[in-house]
């Protein structure tokens, strides 16, 4: 399964065999079950998780015990506390698995240290830290720009999506795009009736 995880990297750029054996060592495989944490709030020495198969989200629990999902994992995704990692803080969210999952993972101090001692690897976490910033716009834009009816919709629309409606409860569903679960349940409900 390795192999997998080393495709994963070489979509960003092309990693000589010396730069990826630098980091299999340290590659092991992780089982959660379904609940079951990858990372909790406070945890120091963090994880990178690339999904094998299952499904995780990771959220932020507010002062009120609100949890505010931000985001789905599926599998082909990796998975991490990213601004914890770069910033050297400890974790922030949690990160949990909604099915039974299988990862492997890695400690992010290791591929921090890559960095400096492989210039593939080096390559490798830019396009990799350019792809989330786009990412993060993306979605940034969507939840300021469109109504959730409309970012519902284009959740419908995408088929990268999908996976977000065929696998996630509705109320994390709901809570991802910042709105109640009948909020979510009406919208269905008008755009299943034809309503625009």
Do not use: N
């Not at 999952?101 to 890695?106: G, K, M, P, R």
């Not at 999908?162 to 008008?190: C, D, F, N």
Request: glycine share 6%; charged share 20%.
């Amino acid at each position: 399964m390795p192999h997998r995880l080393r495709a994963w990297f070489e979509k960003f750029a092309p990693l000589p065999d010396p730069a990826w054996a630098a980091l299999a060592p340290h590659v092991r495989p992780r089982i959660l079950a379904r609940h079951e944490t990858l990372v909790q709030p406070g945890d120091q020495a963090l994880p990178i998780g690339f999904l094998l198969r299952g499904a995780c989200r990771h959220y932020y629990l507010l002062s009120d015990g609100t949890e505010r999902t931000t985001y789905f994992y599926f599998a082909g995704d990796a998975l991490a506390d990213y601004r914890a990692c770069v910033l050297g803080q400890p974790a922030a969210l949690t990160i949990e698995a909604l099915t039974p999952a299988e990862l492997l993972t890695f400690p992010y101090a290791v591929l921090r240290a890559l960095y400096d001692e492989h210039p593939a690897w080096e390559r490798v976490g830019r396009r990799i830290a350019e792809y989330v910033l786009a990412g993060l716009e993306t979605r940034l834009v969507e939840t300021l720009t469109l109504s959730p009816e409309a970012r519902y919709r284009l959740l419908v629309a995408t088929p990268a999506k999908h996976k977000l409606l065929e696998q996630v409860p509705q109320h994390l569903l709901a809570a991802y795009l910042g709105i109640t679960s009948v909020s979510l349940s009406r919208i269905r409900a008008r755009l299943a009736g034809g309503g625009s």
